[in-house]
């Protein structure tokens, strides 16, 4: 199985700041990497496929980069509505992996 | 707009089976996409179980796999999932989603493997 790890496991930060959360891979995955937001009691929404293609609907503020074996998802403006946990998800292979979550909190 | 809802039991005897259904609605099952259910114990991440094509064809996590079963009603526009022998382990909230993002290439059709619609998601525990 494909590991996925992300980095940090918690990020606290303030409206108006700018969000960079990594996602690696034990192997690589060329750019079949999907990026989720979730908030308590919900289901995960997808914000990113193929590591950099926006979600219909999805707020321009994020965005995503990279291939291979490292990841990043980046807020450029964190807003009030995006303090949640995120998950990266290879598709690379299967079975299907997510990492670990990354939560961003109030600073 | 396709929209996805789980039903089952929201408490399962240990040693048994856990069973859901996950109706699709706005949309047939027998599009492009392939359908797949993802779970999630209480405060931690997410798992794939696996999916279903409406042809029936699956593909199973191999961690789960002698204990899964996934199948498609194309007449009721649903798929849905068993998992035997179940633990307090499997206790969680089990997703349906829809498996998006196929496209054509050179080689045809390729399924993708991002989850772009998701249902509500179900609670389920496991104990006696």
């Known amino acids: 199985d494909i590991q996925m790890t992300q980095s940090p496991s918690t990020l606290s930060a303030s409206v108006g700041d700018r969000v960079t959360i990594t996602c690696r891979a034990s192997?690589?995955?060329?750019?079949?990497l999907a990026w989720y937001q979730q908030k308590p009691g919900k289901a995960p929404k997808l914000l990113i496929y193929?590591?950099?293609s926006l979600e219909s609907g999805v707020p321009s503020r994020f965005s995503g980069s990279g291939s291979g074996t490292e990841f990043t998802l980046t807020i450029s403006s964190l807003q009030p509505d995006d303090f949640a946990t995120y998950y990266c998800?290879?598709?690379?292979?299967?079975?299907?992996?997510f990492g670990p979550g990354t939560k961003v909190d109030i600073k | 707009q396709v929209q996805l809802q789980e039903s089952g039991p929201g408490l399962v005897k240990p040693s048994g089976t856990l069973s859901l259904t996950c109706a699709v609605s706005?949309?047939?099952?027998?599009?492009?996409?392939?359908w797949s259910w993802v779970r999630q114990p209480p405060g931690k991440g997410l798992e794939w179980i696996g999916e279903?094509?409406?042809?029936?064809?699956?593909n199973y996590n191999p961690s789960l796999k002698s204990r899964v079963t996934i199948s498609v009603d194309k007449s009721k526009n649903q798929f849905s999932l068993k998992l035997s022998s179940v633990t307090a382990a499997d206790t969680a909230v089990y997703y349906c989603?829809?498996?998006?993002?196929?496209?054509?290439?050179?080689?045809?059709?390729?399924?993708?493997?991002?989850?772009?619609?998701w249902g509500q998601g179900t609670m389920v525990t496991v104990s006696s």
């Open positions: 998800q290879q598709y690379n292979s299967y079975p299907f992996t």
């Open positions: 989603a829809r498996v998006g993002k196929y496209y054509y290439d050179s080689s045809g059709y390729q399924p993708g493997g991002c989850f772009d619609i």
């Open positions: 279903i094509y409406h042809s029936g064809s699956t």
């Open positions: 193929k590591a950099s």
């Open positions: 706005g949309g047939s099952i027998s599009s492009s996409n392939w």
């Open positions: 192997q690589s995955i060329s750019s079949w």
